[in-house]
């Protein structure tokens, strides 16, 4: 995930605990250390929702690309704030269902970055996958380093996974999503989640957590995330907690996240 806090020394001590193999544990992921799964309980003490918000995000990463790869036609993507490989990671989704397709992931966190040159760059004859490493608020660099993998003439999903409760400023979201989607060709989609603030529970357990030295994260209602789709359509079933969006099965509790996809005309 693209966070404000990366210590580059720390990122590579196995006995220092780091966000991203934090985040990897909570997700099922096998890329962490003792002291990111002591971390990550002591963090889920406080805030439990943070473990099931995490599971069921790959989940809805794992449905939305591969209605855009299936349905959509799309065969390029752009995942922002990618984190740590875990399983089933956007090409690996994609690419089952259309080998051809072209994936670019982007963090600047120094930990993906190492992990990201051996596990997810690589081209085959079908497709490719690449990394850029750049910040989310610099869209202008990761778009000119992304051009040289993805043809900006043809569609191109671009995804804000989780990650933009770390910028505080909701104008400044919606600049860096609008400034990521404008050069994007029509037909090219948005894919944004985020966790929200309809739980007091959930509000109660992240404030403990910022309380506690963790990086504050913004949780913010259903609408304002509604207006970072502005100028795109919505689709069906629109923005909704993430374990409904087209779920494959009953598993559909409420969960204080929510997520859409969106089209560009």
């Known amino acids: 995930m693209t966070r404000p806090d990366h210590d580059p020394a720390a990122a590579l001590q196995p006995d220092v605990p780091h966000a991203a193999r934090m985040w990897n544990y909570w997700m099922g992921g096998k890329d962490n250390f003792a002291a990111d799964r002591a971390a990550g309980d002591a963090v889920a003490q406080v805030y439990p929702e943070i473990v ?3 599971r069921q995000s790959r ?19 752009l995942d922002v704030g990618t984190g740590l490989p875990t399983m089933q990671n956007t090409h690996e989704v994609a690419q089952t269902v259309a080998p051809r397709s ?16 051996s596990l997810l760059v690589g081209t085959t004859e079908q497709g490719s996958t690449t990394y850029v490493h750049a910040d989310y608020h610099d869209p202008e660099k990761i778009l000119a380093e992304a051009a040289e993998s993805l043809d900006f003439d043809q569609p191109i999903a671009a995804m804000f996974m989780g990650v933009m409760g770390y910028e505080p400023d909701l104008a400044e979201v919606r600049a860096i999503v609008d400034r990521t989607m404008a050069p994007l060709a029509p037909g090219s989609h948005l894919v944004l ?10 509000v109660e357990g992240a404030e403990k957590l910022t309380q506690s030295g ?15 789709f502005r100028g795109l359509t919505l689709v069906d079933p629109g923005l909704v ?6 779920p494959d099965d009953d598993d559909t509790a409420y969960i204080d996240a929510y997520g ?4 560009k005309a």
């Open 52 to 54: 099931d918000m995490a």
């Open 59 to 77: 989940r809805f990463l794992i449905r939305v690309v591969r209605h855009l790869a299936a349905e959509a036609g799309i065969r390029q993507f």
């Open 102 to 117: 072209r994936i670019v992931y982007v963090d600047n966190d120094p930990m993906v970055l190492v992990h990201a040159r």
């Open 193 to 202: 989640w985020d966790g929200t603030d309809t739980q007091p529970a959930v």
């Open 214 to 228: 963790g990086v504050p994260y913004i949780l913010r209602s259903p609408d304002l995330l509604e207006s970072c």
């Open 241 to 246: 907690p993430i374990t409904r969006w087209r």
């Open 260 to 263: 859409a996809v969106a089209r």
